[in-house]
């Protein structure tokens, strides 16, 4: 009988800390979505948040990205808890599917009972699903190690105050997967994106994604009271096409560690900073009117095409 792992004190501590609820009547919650909105254009993150136009954005595209997620994170878990052959064991094709009906019935539900996908179109998502999981599973010893590592969780809450001068504004995230390194005391944040071809370098320098894993480190390391150069960040891309190749073999998976020193980590901070510093006040969110970001995106904008931004686009 194989000796059982021992859970290392650093894990158990992070697992075991109670995390903190936001208290919807009295605080104001924020998020890296509503960053990168507000980033995109302001008056999209006011419409939307400040005043209150909910709009129905979900797709195909975000339901089957929710549906995945929750099959690699489950698979992982078994995998880390008790074996990669008990992980193998799990049927994730009757998982993808039921996760995939779950959430796009909810979403259905949520566009007020009006389909936005066909029948086609949740098939050949399907089909993709399963060709990411297969390779992944096949693959699993060359992106996940379990020699010396332990995972600490999925979706590991992170909930504070990132503003010292705005205790009433609250951050929560929600990280995909976080690895522990005991040999070298190694934090590894892992965020997991869908992506139809992968991404390109355009998305790899595109520094509004970049915000998203660094301030997962920096608010980790707060949150945790963790060295945050104890700690690596990295986007595990998975691609539902692959493009053929003569040349080389062409990978479903991708991944992509951004620089993440404190130069770095500093200035996706600053952003967070300043967009707490321009939307809100004492007294919740400031009374001034904020100005639309007018380009190419605007045609896409849900606001635009129902007219409740006066943005006019070239």
Known sequence: ???????????????????????????????????????????????????????????????????????????????????????????????????????????????????????????????????????????????????????????????????????????????DAVLYHEPTNTIYIIDFKTSTWGWTDKDKKNENKQYQILLYKKYFADHFNFPLENIEAEFFIVKRKLRESEDFVIKRIQKYKPASGKIKVKKAEDSMMKFIEEVFDQNGYKQVEHQPTINDNCKWCPFYKVHLCSATYP
Request: aromatic share 14%; charged share 30%; with cysteine.
């Open 1 to 175: 009988m194989s000796k059982k792992k021992v859970i290392p004190q650093i894990v158990k501590d992070i697992r075991n800390k109670i995390k903190r609820d936001i208290d919807w009547a009295s605080e104001k919650g924020i998020s890296f979505s509503q960053l990168s909105m507000y980033n995109e254009c302001p008056k999209k993150w006011s419409l939307q948040y400040k005043e209150g136009h909910k709009q129905f954005t979900s797709t195909i595209h975000t339901v089957f990205g929710t549906a995945l997620h929750e099959v690699i994170q489950h698979y992982l878990t078994v995998m880390y808890e008790q074996s990669g052959t008990e992980a193998d064991k799990i049927n994730t094709s009757d998982f993808f599917e039921d996760k995939l009906r779950e959430e796009y019935k909810k979403q259905y539900i949520a566009n007020n009972k009006q389909h936005f996908s066909s029948p086609d179109q949740l098939r050949e998502f399907y089909d993709d699903g399963i060709e990411i999981i297969r390779d992944f599973a096949k693959n699993k010893s060359k992106h996940f190690s379990k020699r010396g590592w332990y995972l600490v969780g999925v979706e590991i809450p992170i909930v504070l105050n990132p503003h010292p001068k705005f205790p009433k504004v609250v951050y929560q995230g929600f990280i």
